[in-house]
């Protein structure tokens, strides 16, 4: 793997969290509480694992550009829908770690009604944020993309 691809592992990384948290929602739902806590960890893991991805290939663009970002080149109405997407995902996204360490550590020491609690404004946010982080992608480098 090169720096390069880091964008479409982060965007990979991203889809494995959506599907690990429809998963992880599924099987609280149906009472299945010990496969429940191992999928939240792992959604937990492959999210940090995208922390990690994501670091790197701002640290890359940086070194290889003078710029952490990439230019988005849509136009017309894609412009302000990309930047709304953007800045409510990146500002949620901010608070995904904490809200999701409190969730995990209420879960794990089965502190159900606190967690419960938490888990209800937690998952609705990381959902967003891990969907969004896919749409970021295809809007940044598939749509969008210059030659």
Do not use: D
Request: proline share 3%; with cysteine.
């Amino acid at each position: 793997m090169t720096f390069e691809q880091l964008p479409v592992l982060n965007a990979v990384l991203n889809a494995i969290s959506t599907v690990l948290l429809l998963t992880g929602y599924r099987l609280i739902r149906a009472k299945k509480i010990q496969q429940h806590r191992a999928v939240m960890i792992t959604a937990f893991c492959v999210s940090s694992a995208f922390l990690v991805s994501y670091i790197l290939h701002k640290w890359h663009l940086w070194e290889t550009t003078g710029s952490y970002n990439t230019l988005f080149t849509g136009q017309g109405m894609w412009r302000p829908i990309y930047f709304t997407v953007l800045i409510t995902h990146v500002a949620l996204a901010i608070t995904v770690p904490v809200l999701a360490i409190i969730t995990i550590s209420r879960g794990l020491k089965m502190n159900v009604a606190t967690h419960r609690r938490i888990a209800r404004v937690t998952l609705p946010i990381w959902l967003y944020v891990s969907v969004t982080g896919v749409l970021v992608y295809f809007m940044l480098y598939q749509w969008f993309a210059t030659a």
